[in-house]
């Protein structure tokens, strides 16, 4: 099991991400249980970010949204860094 670590940085855009799009709390929040629960698991969708962002991996919260993810595996940390579209996410 995985343990979130949340930065002020991300509570502040997540909490902005959420009031625009409060319909898909429920969605956010399985998908962080999932995370912490199992990182791997497929609806997941974890997969590594190219070029600029090649630190970092996203899953999805669902077909539109995801969160771009920071994995510090010599802890078993999971650091969310960013949430959004794919676009706005890997800007």
Known sequence: MAEII???G????????LKK?????GQYEK?????????????????KLQGRLSDLH???I???YRISILFIFEHDQI???DIGTHDEVNY
């Open 62 to 64: 669902n077909i539109t």
């Open 6 to 8: 949340y930065t002020d």
């Open 79 to 81: 650091g969310p860094v």
């Open 58 to 60: 996203s899953v999805s």
């Open 31 to 47: 998908t962080l249980r999932l995370l912490e629960a199992n990182p791997l698991h497929p609806s997941l969708k974890l997969h």
């Open 10 to 17: 991300y509570n502040k855009r997540a909490g902005k991400f």
């Open 21 to 25: 799009h409060p319909d898909i709390l």
